[in-house]
Structures are given as C-alpha cells and as structure tokens.
C-alpha cells in the first residue's frame, strides 16, 4: 500500500544515455512534483504538475522532460546525462486545499549515478 | 520566502524529550512553519506545521513565539527511529504548488 512509489531505486549508467524514472502516487492527489537532492543534501524542487498540467519548472536544463499521462504518475524523463546529474530523485504528491499548502508526501528517492 | 536557521546536529538520548529549535526572524504575517524530517535513505516526511498557535499530533509538538521569529519542534519520547535530519521551512499560505526550500536542516541523533 505504498503511497508514492518510484523505480527504479537506484540507477547506474554512463555519460550521453537517456534515462527515465517513473513515479506513480495511490494517494488520489492532483499535484506531483520532482525534487533533486544533490551531494551536500540540499533538496531543491525541479518541477511540480497539477491535473497534468505543468505548473512550476525550475530552470532545470531542457535535457530534463517530465510526462504526465494522468494524475496519478509524473515520469522524468532525462536525455544526455552529464556527470553532474548524479543526484538522489524523489517523486512527491500533495492535494492543495484552499488557503492551505497540503503537507507532500515522499517517495523514496532514486539514486542516478552518472559515470 | 523566510529564510530559517537551525543548529547543524543535536543529540538526544532515548526517551527523552528532543526540542529542536529553529529561528525565522524574517517571517511575515501569510508564512507558515513546517516541520519535515529525513530518516537516512527515505524521502522527506511531513511531520506538523502551524501558523501562530501551538500544535501538537500524534508525532510531535510545535510551538511558535509570540512573535513569531522562532519555532520549537518537541518530540515528546525520542526513539532512536527518530534519528534523522530535521527541516524547518516556513511558506507563504497559498503558493502555485508547494515550492518547498529544504535547507542544511538538523541532524538529530538518538542515543541509547
């Protein structure tokens, strides 16, 4: 009964591939989000959806493409990967209610190592 | 969005009382303040949050100055699950999506 789950878990793979995550939320949300957290743990948002629509991009590098086919998954799709796209990606879900910002809830994360 | 200051570790020991505090002098008066924790190799979990009064769930306590500047998050009864960094992030009441901020965060141990 996993609420926001991702795969893979971990990911290994060598510079120039192009490489997807997927992410799926049971919670019956309407916003899903990306965030990256890098090497010094900091967490940044990278994009966030609502009902399939996007609704924040934060100035991530066109080589980044996320996909929402319904509003239960937000895949992140990444072409030519670079060195420095090694990072720890978790996958989120919250259901904003009016005048209130609705707590996100995590996946697990996916470990991309880029050598 | 306010910036918040924490302390970079804290140790507590189990079955204790773990209060760790967060400073936000910036806040304005439509920012709440949330609490995250990060136990190691899982994604963040939401733990209370609160505008100007006390809160308290089945996790922890949160207690909020007078004037808002500081906040203290109480974990009654620490475990040693509770080991993990914890992020204090204060966000406006309505923004376009949750553009959650994590900074640097506490790292709370729990010692047997």
């Known amino acids: 009964d996993t609420a926001v789950s991702q795969t893979p878990k971990y990911l290994v793979t060598q510079m120039g591939n192009d490489k997807s995550i997927k992410c799926e939320q049971n919670?019956?949300?309407?916003?899903m989000y990306w965030y990256k957290q890098d090497s010094k743990k900091f967490l940044k948002i990278m994009f966030s959806?609502?009902?399939?629509?996007?609704?924040i991009n934060e100035t991530v590098p066109n080589r980044f493409s996320p996909k929402s086919p319904d509003k239960a998954h937000l895949n992140l799709h990444i072409n030519s990967l670079e060195l420095g796209d090694s990072a720890v990606y978790f996958c989120?879900?919250?259901?904003?209610?009016?005048?209130?910002?609705?707590?996100?809830?995590f996946g697990n994360g996916t470990r991309l190592t880029v050598t | 969005d306010a910036k918040t200051t924490q302390p970079t570790s804290m140790d507590c020991a189990e079955g204790r009382a773990a209060n760790l505090p967060c400073n936000h002098s910036t806040i304005s008066g439509n920012e709440y303040v949330y609490w995250y924790r990060q136990i190691h190799s899982q994604g963040p979990q939401y733990i209370i949050h609160g505008l100007k009064n006390n809160e308290t769930n089945e996790m922890a306590s949160l207690i909020i100055t007078e004037d808002r500047k500081s906040s203290t998050l109480i974990l009654p009864h620490a475990t040693l699950r509770d080991t993990a960094v914890y992020y204090c992030?204060?966000?406006?009441?309505?923004?376009?999506?949750?553009?959650?901020?994590f900074g640097e965060g506490t790292q709370l141990t729990v010692n047997p």
């Open positions: 992030i204060v966000i406006p009441l309505r923004t376009s999506g949750s553009r959650l901020t």
């Open positions: 919670l019956g949300h309407d916003t």
């Open positions: 989120a879900s919250s259901h904003p209610k009016e005048g209130f910002n609705s707590p996100l809830h």
């Open positions: 959806y609502n009902n399939k629509e996007l609704i």
